[in-house]
């Protein structure tokens, strides 16, 4: 579990990134490689401890696989 309030910042930003990809089309792989890159971005600019980073990876890398976090919502008719 993420403790500290900068980290779940990240999280909650990228679990919806993510699942706004999702809606957009993108899949796994995808999703991988976009998240991949993010946290080569919060590595380079140092913004959280390499600790921090690498629970962070865990939880989201969890919650990407977890496909519940993107069930497909089909809209129901309009019977007017």
Do not use: C, K
């Not at 910042?9 to 490689?33: H, I, K, P, T």
């Not at 401890?49 to 008719?77: A, C, G, K």
């Amino acid at each position: 579990m993420l403790q500290d309030s900068l980290t779940i910042r990240y999280y909650q930003r990228l679990s919806d990134a993510l699942v706004e990809l999702w809606n957009r089309g993108y899949r796994y792989d995808d999703l991988r490689l976009y998240l991949d890159g993010y946290l080569s971005a919060l590595r380079h600019a140092s913004v959280l401890e390499p600790y921090q980073i690498n629970r962070l990876e865990e939880e989201i890398t969890r919650y990407i696989y977890d496909p519940s976090n993107f069930d497909m919502v089909m809209p129901e008719p309009d019977y007017r």
